[in-house]
């Protein structure tokens, strides 16, 4: 019986994730979405045993209320504390919006700003309230969704250049995965799996027209990867198809 956590998953990425675990009646799903989201695509392929939070990543606050949500609300039980943690955590929430031709001499402080934010100090804040409330199993999988861009060892040779505010903040994500991969086991999650992935180009609202691949097509090799992760993969790198990355 996993216990899921998905972050992002009004529409996207996040929402095909929910459809497809919510096939299963055994797992539990937490899914996230801003206050502002339309849910009506989520609220289509949820399943019983889906629960839907708010929690807007851009806001630590907001990070902070869902996090209590989910320890008093969903994990634990109607007699007090519930042996019930999350299992996998999925964090898929992300921003772009980085216009064409911006490059490292025109760089949009504000955008950036707004991009660490929601890419990088989100996934950061939902994953430190989540092990203050004690809603990670020992054992947890996270996933942080980045992308080939964030790639330093791929981007030195690609051309052209693009998206330099969003590659940079998802580097920094690659990183924030590297610590976060280090300091859950010295917490105590001694079995923790910290990865980050890149999901290939899809074709969603962010993947835009030319994107190559269906959301079916890359969350079921998503799912096939974290699903088969072992301890000793903590810090790593995955693409969609589990080949690994360079950092
Ligand atoms: N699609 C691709 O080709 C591709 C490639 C590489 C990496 N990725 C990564 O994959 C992830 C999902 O991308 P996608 O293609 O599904 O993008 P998308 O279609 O634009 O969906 C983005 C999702 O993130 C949510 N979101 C944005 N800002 C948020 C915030 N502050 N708090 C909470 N949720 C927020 C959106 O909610 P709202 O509707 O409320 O805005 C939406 O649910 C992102 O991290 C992206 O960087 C995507």
Redesign the pocket.
């Known amino acids: 019986m996993p216990t899921y956590c998905i ?9 095909e994730f929910v459809r497809q675990l919510a096939a299963s009646p055994d797992n539990t799903i937490i899914a ?3 206050p ?3 849910r009506a695509d989520l609220e289509k392929v949820a399943s019983p045993t889906t629960h839907v939070l708010e ?5 630590v606050q ?1 990070v902070h209320i869902f996090s209590n949500q989910v320890a008093r609300n969903i994990l634990a039980g109607a007699d007090g504390p519930s042996t019930t943690k999350i299992d996998y955590l999925i ?6 919006g980085t216009p064409p031709g911006q490059d490292s001499l025109s760089l949009n402080p504000v955008l950036l700003n707004e991009q660490i ?3 990088v100090v ?1 996934p950061a804040k939902v994953v430190e309230f989540l092990v203050d409330r004690k809603a990670l199993s020992p054992s947890v999988r996270i996933l942080n ?5 964030a790639s330093l060892a791929l981007s030195s040779g690609m051309s052209p250049r693009k998206s330099i505010s ?1 590659s940079m903040s ?1 580097a920094a994500l690659n990183m924030l995965t590297v610590h976060q991969g280090y300091d859950l086991r010295a917490r105590g999650l001694v079995q923790a799996v910290v990865i980050a992935m ?11 027209e030319g ?1 190559q691949i269906e ?1 079916e097509e ?1 969350i079921s090799g998503m799912l096939k990867v974290l699903h088969a992760l072992k301890d000793e993969d903590n810090v790593s790198f995955f693409g969609r198809d589990g080949q690994r990355k360079p950092w």
């Open positions: 972050i992002g998953t009004n529409r996207g990425l996040g929402l996230t979405v801003r502002s989201a339309d929690c807007d990543t851009a806001n907001s964090i898929s929430a992300g921003i772009n934010a929601v890419n989100g969704m980045s992308t080939g861009l969003y998802k890149d999901p290939g180009w899809v074709k969603t609202r962010m993947g835009g994107a959301p890359s």
